[in-house]
């Protein structure tokens, strides 16, 4: 695994790289001065410093007002029962799961795309977590250490980085578990965060990948250049949990731009599509089924599709529960092939 992502727990304050004095305030930190000394003592388990996506950051007790960016993000942190600490959220993928539902009941979401910079400090936040690192742009919530001179720590889902040395490659599951776990350091839930990624292994082990070799095209958007799940991303993670073969697996990256005509020559057995808000399903069907070149496809003739929502294709807390998905829908097609 080539992700430089790693947590360090550092006891003494005098090692601190980077105070977030928004995180330290806003909950009132545990622990008091200790007598003369003029000091304060860090609470149990704080300060939490990791390089993040190249960035050196030290979280110095646990976000009390959070902003989420992206679904991802949004419902990790309502699966470690944080919800109560998410003072906005934006640019989801869709609705959350039922599992979630109850939790993110009163999710205040602020944009359905990325919210400006000044819409994020009205909500006076002490932490901004997002799921790329393009959200931290000076046309977006604004730049890490800008946001940092203002007292806002930020952490960007290490699925997403970018940098050499830092961009998974491939992503795993491994990789997915160790960003929940980071995230329970950082907003001190620790122990629920464990809890979590125990249940996504077990989860995770129970899969019964497809037995047959069945080709599949990861399908996420775009009509002139289909945009598809390559070689290291978390497409590709899903697609191999599933037992599907990616038909655009030699290319190095997480997703690509393709042209139709290589579709057309791997001619995948399914197809599958991701649902989003913003680009739906349906939608990707209608380009597939009235495009001449693409109308010939196997999967098109037969409409062997696989539908995942697009909030549990990015590396988050549900991409177990895709590849599950992904193997009951094609046991689904092939039943329906068989008769």
């Given amino acids: 695994m080539n992700r430089r992502s790693i947590l360090l727990s550092v006891a003494g304050a005098a090692s601190v790289a980077l105070m977030l004095g928004g995180c330290a305030g806003a909950g009132g930190a545990a622990g008091g001065a200790t ?9 149990a ?17 646990a976000p009390q007002r959070v902003v989420t960016i992206k679904s991802s993000t949004t419902e990790l942190l309502l699966a470690l029962g944080l919800g109560d600490r998410i003072v906005g959220s934006a640019f989801l993928d869709g609705p959350l799961p039922a599992s979630l539902a109850a939790a993110g009941k009163g999710l205040n979401v602020v944009s359905d795309f990325v ?12 932490f901004v977590y997002g799921g790329w690192e393009s959200n931290f742009t000076a046309d977006g919530v604004g730049e890490r250490g800008q946001l940092e001179g203002l007292g806002i720590g930020s952490y960007v889902s290490p699925a997403a980085c970018k940098g050499a040395g830092y961009m998974p490659d491939p992503l795993t599951f491994d990789s997915v578990f160790a ?5 329970g350091a950082i907003f001190g839930r620790a122990d629920a965060a464990d809890k979590l990624v125990k249940t ?15 080709t599949a095209l990861w399908y996420s958007s775009g009509t002139d250049s289909p945009y598809v799940g ?29 042209g139709w005509e290589s579709v057309i020559a791997a001619n995948p057995s399914v197809i599958v599509l991701v649902d989003a808000t913003w680009n739906t399903a349906a939608s ?8 001449p070149a693409t109308q010939g496809l196997d999967a098109v003739k037969n409409k062997r599709y696989i539908v995942l929502p697009f909030a549990a294709t990015e590396a988050g807390i549900r991409n177990v529960e895709a590849a599950g998905s992904a193997i009951d829908q094609l046991a689904a097609l092939d039943k329906q092939k068989s008769k």
């Fill in 179 to 183: 960003e929940i776990a980071e995230a």
């Fill in 35 to 43: 007598p003369g000394s003029g000091a304060t003592e860090a609470p």
């Fill in 284 to 291: 990707k069907i209608a380009t597939l089924e009235s495009n």
């Fill in 230 to 258: 390559a070689g290291i991303g978390s497409p590709a993670m899903i697609m191999k949990a599933a037992g599907l073969t990616n038909v655009f697996a030699d290319v190095h990256d997480t997703w690509t731009s393709v």
């Fill in 115 to 126: 919210p400006g910079q000044e819409a994020v400090l009205d909500l006076t936040p002490d």
């Fill in 200 to 214: 996504q292994e077990k989860a995770l082990a129970a899969l019964a990948p497809a037995d047959a070799k069945t």
């Fill in 45 to 61: 388990g704080y300060p939490v410093t990791l390089d993040n996506c190249g960035t050196a950051v030290t979280v110095a007790a």
